[in-house]
Each structure stands twice: as C-alpha cells, then as structure tokens.
C-alpha cells in the first residue's frame, strides 16, 4: 500500500533531500544503493546518481523522505517488496530497521501490545494500555517502563507523537525476536493488557479524566502541559495503598475498585 497522500503533512516539500540524508537511510537500513533503487521500484544507478550531485525530482525526494522519517512505512516497503532484494540483503535490513524502531522504548512496548492482540487495536485505545502499563512500573516497580512524559490534552491522548505517528502509518504487527524487553516487563505489560482490554474506550476516558483532575499538571521545556513522571508515581501509590494493592497481579482489582469508586462519587 502506498502512504503517499496520508504522509503528506510530515514530509518536508520544500526541500529536497540531500545527499547525506540519503547515506544516513543507507547507514540506517543497513542496504546498498541499487538495492534501495530496486526496493523503491526506480532504476539500478537512481540512488547513487543522487548521490553524486544530481537532484532528485519532487515525487522521488518525497518518497526518500517518509523512508527516512518513518522507518515503520520502510519495514512494509520492505516486506511487500522483498523479492528484489536477494535473501540476504533483506534479512539484514530487515533487522536494521526492526533494531532502528526498537531503540525507542515506547515503540518497544508498543508493538509487543500490538503482536498480542494481532494489530487489532486502534491508536487510541494503544494510548490507554501504554498509560496504564506505565504507571503500574512506576507504582509498583519504581522505574519507568519509558522516558516519555504523560501529555495533558482534551483528546486524552497521553503519548502524541507516537499515536501520530500510528495514525499516519496504520498499525501493523512487528517481529521482536531480539531482547528489546525484559521478560518483567513482558509480563507487566502482557497483564495490563489483558486487564484493560475488558473495558471500553469512554469508560477508560472517563476514568482518565477523573485521574487528571486530581493530579497536579506541570510544564515542559516547550511549554506543554504533562504530569510529570513522579506525580503519577504519588498518585497511583496512594491509591494503590487505599485499595490494597500490591502486585501487577492486581490490576484487574485496581481497575474494578477505582471504577466501582469513580461511579460512587458521581
């Protein structure tokens, strides 16, 4: 499938792509320059012609530019097109790219989230269950499962830059062969998600809601409103001490309390 037109607002049509952000795709991906030209489906000496000084046209540089900003879109590029690369260059890019999304924490636990359910969850019900596998690491472990803050916002959308960027390539499952979690955290993450998965969207909303106005909203660095790490930390444990709870085992018990006690206070 071609993502050309949902792709259109992240990608930069003003400028074109330079050489070095070509070799930078190359480094990347771990793949050569004609086997990038077969994989986009261009002639053999496209990529290295650019590489020498001549200038892509628009439609090309475009298409450089969402392998380059969107490894996701890259790694079904790749599987869709596999067969004009031999076994061995895609198997290497393959893994390249796979360890390149794999890097960022929050794409680590993302996609194990997706591979469980088999890719049937939507950006925004991904955002519930990362928000929830969070703060039980925090409450519970006293470590973050990820570095990224909880954004405040009227959609409720705790992590934007990751659901933007789902919303813009689909969701897809991920091979993770490779130890980018640990098995703690794997059984963390696979208990929120069974516990959550009871409950439906407006249900989480409204709990999310509640939450959020009891809890104290800071700032960021570029002045965006978030609840910083620490003060769901302080939330969630005094909660957890009020309901009794003190495993990840007791997840589906946390929700069933907190949700029995949101309907008694409205």
């Excluded at 989480?204 to 909203?217: E, H």
Aim: glycine residues 4%.
């Amino acid at each position: 499938m071609d993502n050309t037109n949902i792709l259109k607002p992240y990608i930069n049509r003003e400028e074109v792509i330079t050489a070095e952000e070509i070799k930078m795709i190359l480094d990347r991906y771990r793949i050569g320059k004609k086997p990038l030209a077969k994989l986009l489906g261009w002639g053999e000496t496209t990529i290295i012609r650019y590489m020498d000084g001549d200038i892509p046209t628009s439609e090309y540089s475009n298409k450089l530019q969402m392998i380059m900003n969107f490894p996701e879109y890259y790694y079904q590029l790749l599987l869709e097109r596999k067969d004009c690369l031999t076994n061995i260059a895609f198997r290497k890019s393959k893994q390249a790219v796979i360890n390149y999304i794999m890097s960022s924490k929050i794409c680590a636990v993302a996609y194990y989230i997706i591979n469980l359910c088999d890719a049937d969850i939507s950006p925004k019900y991904l955002q519930y269950i990362l928000y929830y596998a969070q703060i039980f690491s925090l409450a519970v472990y006293d470590t973050e499962l990820f570095p990224e803050e909880c954004l405040v916002n009227n959609d409720y959308i705790p992590y934007r830059k990751l659901y933007d960027q789902m919303k813009q390539t689909g969701i897809h499952t991920l091979e993770m062969s490779g130890n980018y979690l640990t098995q703690k955290e794997k059984e963390l993450i696979s208990i929120v998600y069974e516990s959550i998965s009871w409950y439906g969207p407006r249900a989480l909303k409204a709990l999310g809601v509640y939450d959020k106005s009891n809890m104290k909203i800071s700032r960021d660095q570029y002045n965006n409103r978030i609840i910083t790490k620490e003060n769901l930390k302080n939330y969630y444990r005094e909660l957890f001490r009020e309901y009794n709870i003190t495993s990840v085992k007791d997840i589906a018990k946390f929700l069933e309390l907190h949700f029995q006690d949101l309907r008694d206070r409205v």
